[in-house]
């Protein structure tokens, strides 16, 4: 299978002395869905900034569709949900206005956006069950509807890679089940590379093929099903030691 | 009031700025970056002194130090490994002491200098107001040119760095932007009160607006309201126009508050 992420040998740390990865070895091929889960602090984020070339491996390499990542000609085609929004609550943008900056990359950035372009964001609206709610401002939106709002926005993009850093962070737990049934379908019907980011990932247990456990470098990477009974408890996972 | 030439040249200055300002401050305000105009400001202090030290135009000097400013604000911010507020510390205390230095070097601690630091909206010329007027038209078609790149920012900055959207540019064009309309609206608000009309008026649209297109129509009119209405209440009351307008500006936010607060009950 091509791999659309590869990790070898990757150390990477943001003060001297003081590793985040160590070690890190891991190859995503595409059309996978697999779940990166770990501890708070354990590295999930920095192995994702990583893969992604938002920063440079101190040793070893991390590679995009077999380019260096920080280097990737093909940028437009990733889709990114970052773990915190930087939205401020009171900002007044729509649904529309979200999803539509998912077109910018690939949309040109000069002028209004294009036919064709508006098409894909209302697609990408209605792919996620927002249609109804389309022009309403985001702040009026429950936690789970403006997940679903950054996963269109994403979609918008039209990603062969969709990196979802802690989507479900303020989410209840019925949005969070909700949430994973809507990226289990997007996997089936888009065919796209979906890597979600979460220090717990019973949410998606059941739709992943692979899970990736990290802390600080790959303690487990396997089907969920092989995981051992121990480490499905979240004090196990959560714990640094 | 009309038939009196500084008043119409005030009244047209002041839509003009009324009008930037908050078109400018609105891509500020909804990233939290909301003191960066004050800031650049005092970098422009700084400009006015080196202008009169040097026997320059101070609003010359005053351009060229904001747009620097603002560059080195960024720059830091986003490059340096310095934080946005200790970023915008660092330009902010050393500008206003870098013109302290200078205005005493140059002996200027007088009425002259007061006028950029509180505005002067009354003594504009038909030259000043050419010259605000054709750089007000290259912001505000700048702004529409880029808007969706910069409304893509405010929605999710990490997400357009990762999708390849050059932000480096993007965030210095905004900067440069910030710095213009402070240099331009330094006569008319004064340094002091610059960055009061980037940000009130787009709080208070922040409040009432049903999207991010219809928040930066509301703050370029609650903006413009504000000039003119604090320049004919400052005419009639005799009041000093930079501080009426800003006044202004701060019954619109809370005027906006009010009813934003009585829509959600």
Redesign the interface.
């Known amino acids: 299978m091509p791999l659309a992420a590869e990790l070898s040998g990757v150390a990477f740390g943001y003060r001297p002395g003081q590793p985040v990865l160590e070690n890190v070895d891991l190859g995503l091929g595409e059309g996978e869905f697999v779940a990166v889960a770990g501890p708070n602090g354990g590295g999930k984020t920095t192995l994702v900034r990583v893969l992604l070339g938002l920063e440079r491996p101190s040793s070893g390499k991390a590679l995009l569709f077999g380019e260096p990542a920080h280097r990737f000609s093909g940028r437009r085609t990733l889709g990114y949900l970052a773990q915190r929004s930087q939205l401020g609550a009171d900002a007044p943008a729509t649904v529309r206005e979200v999803v539509s900056a998912g077109r910018l990359a690939s949309g040109g950035l000069i002028g209004p956006l294009r036919r064709r372009d508006r098409e894909l964001v209302a697609e990408a609206i209605e792919r996620v069950g927002l249609q109804a709610v389309a022009d309403a401002p985001l702040r009026t939106l429950s936690g789970g509807m403006q997940q679903r709002a950054f996963i269109a926005k994403a979609l918008a993009g039209e990603p062969s890679l969709l990196v979802l850093d802690e989507p479900t962070t303020g989410v209840d737990a019925e949005s969070q089940e909700s949430l994973a049934g809507l990226l289990d379908r997007l996997h089936r019907e888009l065919g796209v590379t979906v890597v979600y980011v979460s220090h717990e990932f019973g949410a998606v247990e059941r739709f992943v093929q692979r899970l990736v456990l990290v802390r600080r470098t790959i303690v487990f990477d396997g089907s969920p099903r092989e995981l051992p009974g121990v480490w499905h408890d979240p004090s196990h996972v959560h714990a640094r030691d | 009031m009309l038939e009196t030439e500084f008043m119409r040249l005030a009244l047209a200055a002041g839509a003009v700025v009324g009008v930037l300002a908050p078109a400018v401050g609105f891509f500020l305000v ?3 970056q909301s003191l960066i105009g004050d800031g650049i400001g005092h970098v422009a202090f700084a400009g006015v002194a080196a202008g009169i030290l040097l026997d320059v135009s101070p609003v010359l000097t005053a351009l060229a130090a904001a747009v620097l400013g603002g560059v080195v604000i960024e720059l830091l911010r986003s490059r340096g490994g310095t934080a946005g507020d200790q970023a915008l510390a660092l330009v902010f205390y050393t500008g206003i002491a870098l013109g302290v230095v200078l205005v005493a070097s140059a002996g200027a601690l007088n009425v002259g200098l007061f006028q950029y630091l509180f505005g002067s909206i009354l003594t504009i010329t038909r030259g000043d107001l050419a010259v605000i007027a054709g750089l007000g038209a290259v912001g505000l078609a700048t702004i529409g ?2 808007y ?2 910069l ?2 920012l ?13 932000i480096s540019l993007l965030n210095v064009a905004v900067a440069a932007l910030a710095a213009v309309t402070v240099a331009l609206s330094m006569r008319v608000v004064g340094i002091l009160l610059v960055a009061a009309l980037m940000v009130l008026p787009v709080s208070a649209a ?2 009432v ?7 930066l129509v509301l703050s370029m009119a609650i903006g413009l309201g504000s000039a003119l209405l604090g320049l004919v209440l400052a005419y009639y009351a005799d009041l000093p126009p930079g501080g009426t307008i800003v006044l202004v500006a701060a019954g619109a936010f809370l005027a906006a508050l009010a009813v934003g607060t009585l829509r959600r009950r």
Do not use: K, N, T
Request: aromatic content about 4%; glycine content about 10%.
């Open positions: 909804q990233r939290r040119l880029l969706r790149p409304a893509g405010v929605i999710d900055e990490e997400g357009a760095r990762v999708a390849g959207v050059p922040s409040r607006a049903w999207s991010m297109r219809s928040a």
